[in-house]
């Protein structure tokens, strides 16, 4: 029980993240310095803490090679499927943005099955048509702001999210724990803000000093106690059941939304909604089923929370939302 709510917790957390991403938008702060602040204290609290959990298991080691796609994975790919992601935030609803952010399940399907790591059965096929049918019956019928520019940015989330998620089956097998990827992850996409910010301009602080909430909420519950809280569960109940428990990420974001900030909640939203879930839930059981003869998944993702087997001390197991897979 503790675990399913941690898990839940978890979800909880990650689902209130683009409600407050929008009041800090009130607040005055730009995506660009949103995002450098949300990984810059997030990587100040989880190295300190990859360290020390390293030190009580082994001597980390960190090879030439991972710390490159380290780089990659932080600097580059989650950077930009957090650009693209808060910044659709803006542009429709928060609502609308995870439900579209939530194709990411189908995508890293058919992505792993195109690069020969995974097989699409039927029933992952399945699971991935019900997904798209209940994002397009969301596109027509789900309340609140609709823009040509905010649903781009939120498939582009989705899409740079699988290539993170893909590419990041290459740390996989390394033996990194979770928690290390995370922390080093973090880190490179806040260098990585603070560069680009520095030398375009778009890094501001003239925000209002309310601002200072959102942003704290973003960078301390939405990613720190959200991926701390998955970790602890996923220990207790697996990487399956954990998987299937943080489905509860979007429906949170869909009633927060409503709840929060005024939106509204139609039928057909619901039934939308239903459906992304199920084809997600039925992608994730099938997939499990479907593993490497060696029993590592296709694809890993290492920064909303990968789940792992802390038995397993050759690294990651299931990845969290391909479930998870997936971002």
């Known amino acids: 029980m503790k675990g399913f709510l941690l898990i839940g917790l978890s979800a909880v957390c990650f689902g209130l993240m683009p409600v407050f991403a929008v009041h800090a938008y009130g607040a005055g702060l730009n995506v660009p310095t949103l995002l450098f602040l949300r990984f810059a204290i997030a990587s100040g609290l989880f190295l300190p803490y990859a360290w020390w959990y390293s030190a009580r298991r082994q001597r980390l080691r960190i090879s ?7 780089v990659l994975l932080g600097g580059v790919l989650y950077a930009a499927q957090s650009t693209l992601y808060f910044s659709a935030v803006r542009h429709i609803s928060p609502a609308l ?30 699971s991935v048509l019900v997904t798209l049918g209940g994002v397009t019956l969301s596109l027509g019928h789900l309340g609140g702001r609709l823009g040509i520019t905010g649903i781009a940015e939120a498939l582009g989330a989705a899409v740079v999210y699988t ?10 097998g390394g033996g990194l724990p979770p928690v290390v990827v995370t922390g080093f992850v973090s880190f490179f996409a806040a260098l990585s803000f603070l560069v680009v910010g520095v030398s375009g301009g778009s890094l501001s602080f003239g925000f209002r000093p309310l601002g200072w909430v959102p942003v704290l909420c973003v960078a301390l519950v939405s990613t720190v106690v959200a991926i701390l ?57 099938f997939r499990r089923s479907a593993a490497t003869p060696s029993g590592r998944p296709a694809a890993a993702s290492p920064m909303r929370p990968e789940p792992f087997d802390p038995a397993d001390s050759s690294g990651p197991a299931e990845p969290l939302e391909t479930r998870r897979r997936q971002p």
């Open 229 to 285: 809280c998955f970790f602890s569960g996923l220990a207790l109940i697996g990487p399956t059941k954990s998987s299937l428990g943080s489905m509860l990420e979007p429906v949170v974001s869909i009633v927060a939304s409503a709840l929060l900030l005024g939106g509204e909640l139609t039928g057909w939203q619901l039934v939308g909604a239903a459906m992304v879930l199920t084809g997600a839930a039925t992608g994730v059981l």
């Open 97 to 126: 943005a995870a439900l579209l952010l939530y194709l990411y399940p189908a995508l890293v399907a058919v992505g792993a099955a195109l690069l020969g790591r995974d097989r699409l059965t039927p029933m992952v096929a399945v």
């Open 163 to 172: 290539v993170y998620i893909l590419y990041g089956d290459r740390l996989s």
């Open 64 to 70: 030439r090679a991972d710390l490159v796609r380290l």
